[in-house]
Nanobody
Framework: QVQLVESGGGLVQPGDSLRLSCATS????????MAWFRQAPGKEREFVAA????????YYADSVKGRFSISRDTAINTLYLQMNNLKPEDTAVYYC??????????????????WGQGTQVTVSS
């Protein structure tokens, strides 16, 4: 059973940085591609970043490219999302996800089977 538990969200000001964590279970990193999605109030959930299982290639949404970075620590089975220069439009619930995504599907929700409960990020002055 794959378990994903996000943490690290909070209230920050524009321009601040925040690092989200996603604690995973067992062999998640050796089995699945990993991703971060987010959902703002009144909007559909959208892709943020992903790390493909095969080759470790990273993918980013255009809106966060250059500001956000996805990484992992295999020793403690934790996925991270480093978020720099945060903007009010980054306000959302952020979700960690795991699935057998391939290049053509890695940005889509349907590629991911397992989801965390989400962590709230609010960017406001």
């Amino acid at each position: 059973q794959v378990q994903l538990v996000e943490s690290g969200g909070g209230l920050v000001q524009p321009g601040d940085s925040l690092r989200l964590s996603c604690a995973t279970s067992g062999n998640t990193f050796s089995t699945y591609s990993m991703a971060w999605f987010r959902q703002a109030p009144g909007k559909e959930r959208e892709f943020v970043a992903a790390r493909k299982l095969s080759g470790g290639i990273q993918y980013y949404a255009d809106s966060v490219k250059g500001r956000f970075s996805i990484s992992r620590d295999t020793a403690i089975n934790t996925l991270y999302l480093q978020m720099n220069n945060l903007k009010p439009e980054d306000t959302a619930v952020y979700y960690c996800a795991a699935g057998r995504a391939i290049t053509s599907t890695i940005r889509t929700e349907r590629a991911y089977y397992h989801w965390g409960q989400g962590t709230q990020v609010t960017v406001s002055s």
